[in-house]
Nanobody
Framework: QVQLDESGGGLVQAGGSLRLSCAAS????????MGWYRQAPGKQRELVAR???????NYADSVKGRFTISRDNAKNTVYLQMNSLKPDDTAVYYC???????????????WGQGTQVTVSA
């Protein structure tokens, strides 16, 4: 069994910063891509940022220059540093990871439970 545990959400004023963390635990042989998605009320879930096992990253245009994704492979953890936050960034943020539980197994996608980020004007 694999579990993703998120932390770091909360309420912040516009222009402020938050750092999200997501740690994977359980039966893990290897982790490929890790990432963050978000879903605002009444909207579809959207990609925020992804990072490969080698450290290559890609970002949604709306967060480029403000958010930074990183990972600590030794800790099976992915981070999202969010700076210059805007009210439009308000959403539930979900982490995701593509995890191989055994050396011979096909990787599967796992999701965290979500953490609320609220940015006040």
């Amino acid at each position: 069994q694999v579990q993703l545990d998120e932390s770091g959400g909360g309420l912040v004023q516009a222009g402020g910063s938050l750092r999200l963390s997501c740690a994977a635990s359980g039966s893990i042989f290897s982790i490929n891509d890790m990432g963050w998605y978000r879903q605002a009320p009444g909207k579809q879930r959207e990609l925020v940022a992804r990072i490969t096992s080698g450290g290559s990253t890609n970002y949604a245009d709306s967060v480029k220059g403000r958010f930074t994704i990183s990972r600590d492979n030794a800790k099976n953890t992915v981070y999202l540093q969010m700076n210059s936050l805007k009210p439009d960034d308000t959403a539930v943020y979900y982490c995701t990871a593509e995890i191989r539980s055994r050396g011979w197994a096909t990787p599967s996608d796992y999701w965290g439970q979500g953490t609320q980020v609220t940015v006040s004007a």
